[in-house]
């Protein structure tokens, strides 16, 4: 996911240098606040932590290996702020030290993997696990929050670089950046995180979670957080509402034709499998457009309600299913912070 | 993740030999390649070359106006000629060359090769078809961009190269010191680089230790559990470090103080090439606005 130089425009990696400064600023107070003198070598050893974890190869499926970025785990083991220094300053030495991501692209790189993940995966672990939890709960919980960290990072550098045709290009509309557009960007980056990179990621943080819960369970203890959880549910409901972008976006996904896009778009013959298999299934809302709503944008505002109403209600259940299992003696009791 | 610089110049039967090793074996000798990579970084760094001589302020931000300049850059022959500008440059930096053409290539060109390679065809770009039809032809327009977009990443990553060999980490912070950034904020990155490779080798003697206690590779379902397994001792470790660093801090007598690394002197070579370096960041942008129209 490390970004080189050369894929953003300046006005994409100029934007995301500034943004990540601010950002900096507000971590290291915040940090300061929770962690006091001791944070100099807390953050040091935290960022080689975060470098030395992308070093460990991880044996997948077919003999194939993959690495971990690793964020969420620092998240939860130093806390969100204290992850986001820590992640910066790991990446900031992979750019510097070894030419891994570029240096326009420092602040994309942390915006993505130092900031979204952390953020994502902690509050996600924090729902679901809770105060008090048992190891189960914060094994499945750390799992899901760092899965869902880095595919809503792979989207963001997705959109990254999906942007940039619509941004920079010439008077005839040839590209000068990124060159795919953002169906094509952003669904690259999901799928393969979504079906690949996500359980990797997910994998390590259940497997580093489980173990430390045995070898030293007082590092999985909560970590100050700043605020109440009030505002995720407030951030939530403002990218839901923000999803009608993304109907502005015109055409099909590479490798996300039906049928009809086939003969229309691709001037293909429709293959057979394809064709016997596509009336198995018939989605309750088709192409995310509600039947009974004309409006195309409020009909994918509806249906970007729905699915999350739906994501939640089911992370809600299993929450609700690992806590009744855990009822009784936990095995791994937790100190307060 | 792990730079590929260890295994330029390998032989085939050398490569073959490498893919059988066991995963502790293959991770041992890829972290052991990357410690290498910075002692030959550094030792590259302490070279009297044209870019180690300047003071690292002016290396860092020239460099940084140089990574910019490309990025405003949109013609071809204008990234080509700075591509070979940073390998002149590497040159004049006693770089060997063929060493940075191949890191340069091999990692960052043969990315953005791959990376770019739809965007040279009818689907994403379409236009005069040169090779094949419909949407996987390679058009003219495409193989523009496709080129256009290796070229710059290509550039832009030999730019970033060049800071990583002619810079040493302690020049660096030292430049940081200069410009401002909090103390606290590079005794930060200063102990994080000395921790990286305390970490890289204690995760490397693991790698080895598990090697050298094992009679076949072990199944991909034990290696996975003895990966994580080993990741939790790393982070246990790494916090008791912090709380050891701390209590050394505290016995010698750290005040919350953070000591000035470098004390930095600019001269005339210094000032020469920022104006050399500004008159040719200017003259490409120019140049290449004037090969656009």
């Known amino acids: 996911m490390h970004i080189p130089d050369g894929y953003l425009g300046p006005q994409t990696y100029a934007v995301l240098d500034a943004a990540i400064i601010p950002?900096?600023?507000?971590?290291a107070v915040k940090v300061k606040k929770t962690l006091k003198a001791k944070q100099v070598p807390l953050m040091a050893l935290g960022a080689a932590f975060s470098f030395v974890i992308m070093m460990f190869n991880v044996p997948v499926a077919g003999g194939s290996t993959g690495h971990a970025v690793g964020?969420?785990?620092?998240?939860?083991?130093?806390?969100?702020?204290?992850?986001?220094?820590?992640?910066?300053?790991?990446?900031?030495?992979?750019?510097?030290?070894?030419?891994?991501?570029?240096?326009?692209?420092?602040?994309?790189?942390?915006?993505?993997?130092?900031?979204i993940m952390p953020f994502v995966g902690y509050y996600i672990y924090r729902l679901i696990?809770?105060?008090?939890?048992?190891?189960?709960?914060?094994v499945v919980a750390s799992g899901i929050g760092s899965y869902i960290s880095i595919v809503v990072a792979a989207v963001s550098a997705g959109i990254m670089f999906g942007i940039q045709p619509l941004i920079a290009h010439t008077a005839s509309g040839t590209p000068l950046y990124a060159p795919y557009p953002l169906k094509v960007a952003v669904t690259a980056m999901?799928?393969?995180?979504?079906?690949?990179?996500?359980?990797?990621?997910?994998?390590?943080?259940?497997?580093?979670?489980?173990?430390?819960?045995?070898?030293?369970?007082?590092?999985?203890?909560?970590?100050?957080?700043s605020r109440s959880m009030k505002w995720v549910w407030t951030a939530f409901a403002a990218i839901v509402l923000l999803t009608p972008i993304g109907s502005l976006a015109s055409g099909t996904a590479w490798g996300e034709w039906g049928v009809d896009q086939f003969q229309s778009e691709l001037n293909m013959a429709v293959p057979a499998g394809l064709e016997r298999l596509s009336s198995l299934w018939s989605a309750a809302i088709p192409d995310y457009a509600p039947g009974f709503i004309q409006n195309p944008l409020v009909g994918y505002l509806l249906a970007a309600i729905i699915?999350?109403?739906?994501?939640?209600?089911?992370?809600?259940?299993?929450?609700?299913?690992?806590?009744?299992?855990?009822?009784?003696?936990?095995?791994?009791?937790?100190t307060a912070a | 993740m792990i730079p590929a610089l260890a295994h330029i110049g390998e032989h085939s039967s050398?490569?073959?030999?490498?893919?059988?090793?066991?995963?502790?074996?293959?991770?041992?000798?890829?972290?052991?390649?990357?410690?290498?990579?910075?002692?030959?970084?550094?030792?590259?760094?302490?070279?009297?070359?044209?870019?180690?001589?300047?003071?690292?302020?002016?290396?860092?931000?020239?460099?940084?106006?140089?990574?910019?300049?490309?990025?405003?850059?949109?013609?071809?022959?204008?990234?080509?000629?700075?591509?070979?500008?940073?390998?002149?440059?590497a040159r004049a930096s006693r770089v060997s060359v063929p060493a940075f053409a191949?890191?340069?290539?091999?990692?960052?060109?043969?990315?953005?090769?791959?990376?770019?390679?739809?965007?040279?065809?009818?689907?994403?770009?379409?236009?005069?078809?040169?090779?094949?039809?419909?949407?996987?032809?390679?058009?003219?327009?495409?193989?523009?961009?496709?080129?256009?977009?290796?070229?710059?990443?290509?550039?832009?990553?030999?730019?970033?190269?060049?800071?990583?060999?002619?810079?040493?980490?302690?020049?660096?912070?030292?430049?940081?010191?200069?410009?401002?950034?909090?103390?606290?904020?590079?005794?930060?990155?200063?102990?994080?680089?000395?921790?990286?490779?305390?970490?890289?080798?204690?995760?490397?003697?693991?790698?080895?230790?598990r090697e050298s206690r094992?009679?076949?590779?072990?199944?991909?379902?034990?290696?996975?559990?003895?990966?994580?397994?080993?990741?939790?001792?790393?982070?246990?470790?790494?916090?008791?470090?912090?709380d050891d660093i701390y209590d050394a801090m505290l016995a010698r007598g750290f005040s919350g103080d953070w000591p000035t690394i470098h004390q930095l002197k600019m001269g005339v070579r210094d000032l020469t090439w920022v104006l050399v370096c500004s008159a040719l960041c200017v003259s490409a942008v120019a140049l290449d606005r004037m090969i656009m129209s």
């Open chain 1, 71 to 115: 964020a969420t785990l620092i998240a939860i083991l130093l806390g969100p702020w204290a992850a986001v220094i820590s992640v910066s300053i790991a990446l900031v030495i992979q750019a510097l030290l070894f030419g891994d991501g570029g240096i326009t692209a420092i602040g994309a790189n942390c915006i993505n993997m130092a900031v």
């Open chain 1, 23 to 27: 950002i900096w600023a507000v971590a």
């Open chain 2, 102 to 209: 191949g890191r340069l290539w091999a990692s960052a060109g043969l990315f953005a090769i791959l990376l770019a390679a739809p965007s040279a065809t009818g689907w994403i770009s379409p236009g005069h078809e040169l090779v094949g039809q419909g949407n996987l032809s390679i058009t003219s327009e495409g193989l523009m961009i496709a080129t256009r977009l290796v070229l710059r990443v290509v550039a832009g990553a030999g730019i970033g190269l060049l800071v990583v060999w002619t810079t040493r980490w302690s020049d660096l912070l030292g430049a940081l010191t200069a410009l401002k950034v909090p103390d606290v904020v590079v005794a930060t990155l200063a102990m994080t680089q000395q921790q990286i490779v305390s970490l890289m080798r204690t995760v490397e003697n693991m790698h080895l230790a």
């Open chain 2, 14 to 89: 050398e490569r073959r030999r490498r893919r059988r090793r066991s995963l502790a074996r293959r991770t041992a000798d890829a972290i052991n390649g990357a410690i290498a990579e910075l002692l030959y970084n550094d030792g590259l760094a302490r070279e009297s070359g044209l870019l180690q001589k300047l003071d690292p302020r002016i290396r860092l931000g020239t460099i940084l106006v140089l990574a910019v300049t490309v990025s405003f850059l949109h013609t071809r022959p204008m990234l080509a000629v700075v591509i070979v500008a940073t390998m002149l440059l």
């Open chain 1, 190 to 225: 999901f799928t393969e995180h979504v079906l690949y990179f996500g359980w990797v990621e997910a994998f390590v943080t259940m497997g580093v979670v489980a173990a430390l819960a045995k070898q030293d369970s007082v590092l999985l203890d909560m970590k100050p957080a």
């Open chain 1, 129 to 138: 696990a809770g105060e008090g939890a048992s190891t189960t709960r914060k």
């Open chain 1, 307 to 334: 699915g999350s109403a739906l994501a939640i209600g089911l992370t809600w259940g299993i929450g609700r299913l690992l806590a009744r299992k855990s009822d009784g003696p936990t095995d791994a009791p937790s």
């Open chain 2, 214 to 242: 094992m009679l076949g590779r072990g199944t991909a379902s034990q290696n996975r559990a003895w990966v994580v397994d080993r990741m939790a001792f790393v982070a246990t470790k790494s916090f008791k470090t912090a």
